[in-house]
């Protein structure tokens, strides 16, 4: 795996290093570190240099002169004895220490760190110096570790962050969608409830049809305000072992949306709108007729099949239409058409004569959480509703179109500026 060194490592190499050339007299240091983590005894370790001392050295010729050359092979002679754990000098490493020249490898339990060469032009170094770079060797060696520690804490909490909010995420989506469903459910309910007689053996089971909706209601209302806390630790962080806290772990975010939705990820298929259109308008009907609301449609009959993905689609369309069910006043009208078309594509239409949408808003459509002046009203809502309608006609190769005030239509009403949606689906050619 790739080293790394942070700058609190290489501010300690430069202090460690200024302490032989002040203590000891060294006339130049050089802190290596190994491009990659590898087992020692080696040969094929790649060095970098990190720390160079003086820094005017850092582009002298001496530099590479001093170590790279001779390193290879009496780096592999002191390796295969260098490394046990009370990191105490062994035979192999005095070899190294000799002339004005010294290499000392930085391993711990057998892994390859990196290298510190130091030397000295006026003099020999005495067995009293020779210790002391020892020493200042097995310091830069435990700081290494340290470093690699603190680095894979760090890619391990980020990735854990990481894996937090894709969690959030799909929290998020699962528990918006299972709104809509619950809406209809509830409305089937109360209004089977005024078809029953008083008496009827049926009635009991629609009370307890809309009883039941009620508490989902009520937990669900739990599950928004539990989202907007922080959320529980997904992979508790384990301590490393050994050669572990070396490994850097890489995260990789991916670009996917997190979907875990009706027909999210499926392949397209070729079909009618009106086949996914008819189940949503008798929902949406029933729900209408509770919020004296009316609800219009006007869906021809010889309409061009178009390549979606019916689930995916369902999901779209009943967001929106319960957009448009939500922020319209009672008395308002809403309008649901298809025919428009244009560059190949059929777009479905949802109209309503409600408030509208204000100019500051319209750009943020389709972000997460965003809600805008909504915010401020008592009418319950997440923000999420059309960023996962737009995800979803992205993924058929769609596109969303919103425009407040609505544009004109047999509902528009000059005190209501209204809203808008177009969603444009892909149209098999022939």
Not at 45 to 72: D, I
Request: proline fraction near 6%; charge should be negative.
């Amino acid at each position: 795996m790739l080293m790394s060194a942070s700058s609190e490592f290489v501010v300690l190499c430069q202090e460690q290093m200024m302490l032989l050339a002040q203590g000891l007299g060294a006339s130049l240091s050089v802190v290596y570190l190994t491009q990659e983590l590898v087992e020692a005894p080696t040969n094929e370790a790649k060095l970098v240099p990190v720390v160079v001392y003086p820094e005017t050295a850092m582009g002298r010729q001496g530099v590479n002169a001093l170590a790279l050359p001779k390193f290879n092979q009496k780096l592999l002679t002191a390796a295969k004895e260098f490394g046990t754990e009370d990191t105490t000098a062994s035979n192999s490493q005095q070899e190294l220490l000799s002339g004005d020249q010294i290499f000392l490898p930085l391993i711990y339990e057998d892994v390859m760190m990196g290298l510190l060469v130091t030397a000295r032009e006026d003099r020999a170094w005495n067995e009293q110096e020779r210790s002391q770079i020892e020493r200042v060797a097995q310091t830069l060696t435990i700081a290494c570790i340290l470093d690699q520690r603190r680095t894979w804490l760090e890619v391990q909490l980020h990735q854990q962050q990481i894996l937090q909010e894709k969690q959030q995420d799909l929290l998020d989506n699962l528990l918006h969608q299972f709104r809509n469903p619950l809406t209809a459910l509830r409305t089937f309910g109360k209004l089977l409830m005024k078809r029953l007689r008083a008496g009827d053996a049926n009635r009991e089971v629609a009370e307890s049809i809309v009883r039941e909706s009620n508490r989902l209601q009520e937990l669900l209302q739990k599950f928004d305000e539990a989202i907007d806390l922080s959320a529980e630790d997904l992979a508790p962080l384990k301590l490393p072992e050994k050669n572990e806290v070396f490994v850097e772990a890489t995260v990789e975010k991916e670009d996917k949306p997190v979907l875990l939705l009706p027909g999210a990820g499926e392949k397209k298929t070729e079909c009618y709108l009106a086949d996914v259109l008819q189940p949503l308008l008798v929902s949406a009907q029933a729900i209408a007729q509770e919020r004296n609301l009316q609800l219009m449609s006007n869906i021809p009959s010889n309409l061009p099949l178009v390549r979606i993905n019916p689930k995916a689609l369902t999901e779209v369309l009943s967001n929106i239409i319960d957009n448009a069910l939500k922020y319209t006043p009672p008395g308002g009208k809403i309008l649901i058409q298809v025919g428009q078309e244009k560059d190949n594509f059929q777009g479905v239409t949802i109209t309503d004569n409600g408030p509208g949408i204000p100019p500051e808003d319209l750009e943020h459509l389709g972000e997460r959480h965003y809600r805008g002046v909504q915010a401020q009203t008592e009418i319950p809502g997440t923000g999420l509703g059309l960023a996962i309608a737009k995800q979803l006609v992205e993924q058929m190769q769609g596109k969303i179109e919103v425009f407040s005030p609505a544009l004109p239509s047999k509902i528009s009403l000059p005190q209501a500026p209204g809203t808008t949606f177009i969603v444009w689906l892909p149209v098999v050619s022939d």
